[in-house]
């Protein structure tokens, strides 16, 4: 087995930031979940989380929708088909790394 | 990283039962379900307004756990939506649960049987209560354990104990069938009874359990204030 196997070279630089994959294990996890929980979850401010969502919809890993909860407008986040097998094989090579270093 | 990753799962599961809203509704469909089980003497017409009620009850129960997460959960701490994946998926993750807990519940329900004076010929009502029972407990207990919710094991356990203590095998009220070709009707009366009291009885444990959840859950989560538009 070569040694890049075990290196993180070969990640996904979108999901390796330490918030975005946290987003993505959270939204991996149900079916949406919306921008304050996201907000209570990460710890992020307002602005930075903004970011990391736009980052994450740039790339294709989520959805962003602008919904309304009565009265009360709402940013509601899915993963996308491409996000969750994206985050999948993210997830398998860091326990690879992890179990081979 | 990967620790990060999979507690953060974790907390995501965990707050979907923490607030108790869940509870509050499986308690009020199993209350719904004992009072369907009471055996009262009525007419037909009685009996339909009584079932009829009854649905209405249940489609209410649900829409009042979604009211109460939409107006008090998430507005503090955000909104959630569902589990992913299909219906079928979820099954086969869960599938060894539930096989184990079916298994469970017959181990213990089948000495039951096989003792003098257990339920003989036609009575189902002891096997009704102690299989769903000892199933609903496993259930609740590995929900409780899934979701890291502790009072969901101290709920399960209780409704373990409920099984038993409901059920007419326990009671002995079956040995009276023996030599006798027409079951008693206070026998019949009797598991009816018993069969009410259990599900009644788990529809209250339930009930207090969301509740308590609920008020914790607010009293950690307040409302926020809700900002006047002066303009």
Redesign the interface.
Known sequence: MSSEKYSLAGVDRTIHE?SR??IL??L??????????????TGLTKGNLSVHLSKLEEAGYIRIEKTY??K?P?T?CR?TETGRRAFGTY?EQ??MF?DNN | MNDRISSAIKRIQHYQFENGTYELQTGLCFFLAGVFLLPLPMSSSTQGMIQGAGIAGFILALLLGEYFRRRFVYPPSGYVNGIPGTAKKRISRFWPVFLLSIATAIMIVSPILLIDGGPAGDAGAAWVILTTGLFLSVLTAFLGLQSRVPRLLVVAIIMAGLAILFSPAIFGTRPYIYGSHQTPYWVIYASQLFSAGYFLSIGVVFSISGGIGFLNYLHANPLPVEVVDEQ
């Open positions: 330490p994959s946290i294990a959270i991996s996890a149900v079916e949406s979940a919306d921008f304050l929980y996201l907000l209570r979850e909860r009565g009360i709402m509601l993963l997830r860091l326990k992890v």
